[in-house]
């Protein structure tokens, strides 16, 4: 005789409580490092047009210039699914397990959420590299759509033979007053992806991994009323311009989710706006719960934690880096 969920109603709802409450393992920050948005379709192509240009003069009874874009670089987006399976056994359901199972629930909603924060992660842990292998095996792109590192001194706009840089070029501090400076004015020389002009980037946020002496530097850098080790007049005029983001699995290796050293001190100043950020997530299906709806005496209760989506990077020109160890790169 099949035992259905209807037999253990109380016991699937509470399943689905525990799922969708477990307490998050760190801050999520994909919606704030990315912009995330939902898509119907398993295919996509994202397009980067240019800044209309800027608006000219009419005398009277003239037509107005018209404000023709240009195309710039296209990044094309394909869903694909993760999911993870948790077992509830027969003797789990009929015995004192209640307490096991409800935690197998939460963390199968925490590996579900853990794994999209690392994949958007991934695109600042390996902003040096045009690719790196996850922990599937397969080899996941993290170019721009000019075919370079997201941080590189030659970025091309499209059709045009210019090049700009966000990266800093020669040796210089881990993250200081100085570093920051540098890294903002980088933005200066941030072109348009479509026609090449010089464009107005303000940046917005300072983004860091957890490594303690960066984050901690950086609410010095951002918070003190004056620079440190300058005279009693030297105001800080970094304090209140950005805000600081801080990325959990920035330094973590996406294969084998230990840490690396190496890039613990990664430290990137960007423009995070909706109409500029760089840092693309497609969604087609948030994460969720599926229930199985009905097994045999002898079988076990297959709960799956899913979600669909793509993410990548679909301009260069809102963001500059440094590696942090103050080596030039």
Not at 191 to 212: A, F, K, N, S
């Amino acid at each position: 005789m099949p035992i259905t969920t209807a037999d253990f109603n109380d016991l699937v709802k509470n399943a689905k409580y525990q799922w969708e409450n477990a307490e998050p393992e760190m801050p999520e920050v994909r919606s704030q490092l990315a912009t995330v948005v939902s898509v119907s379709t398993k295919t996509s192509d994202h397009s980067i047009i240019s800044s209309l240009p800027t608006a000219k003069r009419r005398n009277e009874g003239d037509d107005a210039t018209k404000g023709e874009p240009k195309q710039g670089y296209t990044k094309s987006f394909s869903q694909t699914e993760i999911a993870l399976q948790g077992d509830v056994t027969k003797q789990m359901r009929m015995f004192d397990k209640y307490d096991e199972i409800m935690m197998r629930m939460r963390e199968l909603g925490r590996s579900t959420r853990r794994r999209m924060e690392l994949d958007i992660a991934s695109l600042l842990s390996y902003a040096w590299s045009t690719s790196y292998t996850n922990m599937d095996g397969e080899t996941v792109t993290t170019s721009t759509p000019d075919g370079l590192t997201l941080i590189d001194a030659s970025h091309t706009p499209n059709g045009t033979s210019d090049v700009w840089s966000n990266e800093l070029g020669s040796t210089h501090d881990a993250i200081s007053h100085d570093t920051l400076e540098a890294l903002i004015q980088l933005f200066n020389n941030f072109l348009d992806d479509g026609d090449g002009r010089h464009i107005p980037v303000q940046p917005t946020h300072i983004i860091t991994g957890t490594h303690v002496p960066t984050m901690h530097e950086v609410k010095r850098i951002l918070g003190s009323m004056q620079r440190p080790s300058t005279g009693d007049n030297d105001t800080n005029v970094n304090k209140g311009i950005l805000q600081h983001l801080v990325v959990p699995f920035l330094d973590f290796n996406a294969s084998t989710e230990a840490r690396d050293s190496a890039k613990a001190q990664y430290c990137f100043v960007a423009n995070l706006g909706r109409d500029r950020n760089g840092f693309r997530m497609e969604v087609s299906q948030q994460p969720r719960l599926e229930a199985p709806d009905q097994v045999f005496e002898s079988s076990t209760w297959q709960f799956l934690s899913t979600a669909l989506y793509d993410f990548g990077t679909t301009r260069a020109n809102f963001i500059a880096g440094t590696k942090g160890d103050g080596t030039s790169v």
